[in-house]
């Protein structure tokens, strides 16, 4: 299968600080990639929605200003945690899908934020 | 609001028996579903899917049941191993919305040797 690259798997910052998350697709083209965030115990909720070349589409109660969405190529999207508060600590997953067909997410390895 | 429901948190199976982990969705609209695997502190990895248009897709020991007219789907592991204890995740994709996947509260399932 495909081949997503998540980066860095785990950041320790401080509160106030930001932090970017890079998603890359190693061997196709994402036309579209999708953020995550996982609570403990809890499900996969989609967080926002980039196509590339476009400006990203957030899921309801996702703080835009907060999660700044990057898709400027094919193969890279970045999240930027901005102003980092303890309760933004979590585990952020990409996935992509592309020209391999709709049918399948792929997802990056996820990042493990934690705000001190 | 949750659109695609795993009513079952964890599951405990004997190695060798068969695994049956359950999935509803309330979006009628949804067209085609998946079964995603996860470990803890990685990401999920893709196991099975099923298209609407089908009632049943079988890969080795996994096996996916679709439902529509119920909105029900299930996933079979039979027989089941020691290195399937994961968290399991039913997806769901409507085309007419793009190519968001909405996923369910997840599996979390035990096999004991």
């Known amino acids: 299968g495909a081949v997503v690259s998540q980066h860095p798997s785990r950041v320790i910052c401080k509160s106030g600080t930001s932090v970017k998350i890079e998603c890359r697709s190693l061997?196709?083209?994402?036309?579209?990639m999708f953020w995550y965030r996982q609570f403990p115990k809890q499900s996969l909720m989609l967080m926002a929605t980039?196509?590339?070349?476009?400006?990203?589409?957030?899921e309801q109660g996702v703080e835009k200003d907060k999660f700044l969405i990057n898709h400027a190529s094919l193969t890279l999207s970045t999240l930027t945690v901005t102003s980092a508060h303890p309760e933004d600590s979590s585990f952020y997953i990409c996935?992509?899908?592309?020209?391999?067909?709709?049918?399948?997410?792929?997802f990056g390895q996820g990042t493990r934020l934690t705000v001190v | 609001d949750q659109q695609v429901k795993q009513n079952s948190p964890s599951l405990s199976v004997q190695e060798g028996r068969i695994s049956i982990l359950n999935c509803d969705y309330t979006?009628?609209?949804?067209?085609?579903f998946l079964w995603y695997k996860k470990y803890p502190a990685e990401g999920p990895t893709f196991l099975i899917s099923?298209?609407?248009?089908?009632d049943k897709n079988e890969d080795g020991r996994f096996t996916v049941f679709l439902n529509k007219s119920a909105k029900h789907l299930s996933l079979h592991i039979v027989p089941s191993q020691p290195g399937d204890s994961a968290v399991y995740f039913c997806?769901?994709?409507?085309?007419?919305?793009?190519?968001?996947?909405?996923f369910g509260t997840g599996t979390s399932l035990t096999v004991i040797p």
């Open positions: 996935s992509a899908s592309g020209p391999l067909g709709n049918t399948e997410a792929f």
């Open positions: 061997d196709f083209q994402a036309t579209t």
């Open positions: 980039s196509n590339e070349g476009s400006k990203a589409t957030y």
């Open positions: 979006n009628s609209m949804f067209d085609y």
């Open positions: 099923i298209s609407s248009i089908k």
């Open positions: 997806a769901a994709r409507a085309s007419n919305t793009g190519n968001q996947f909405y």
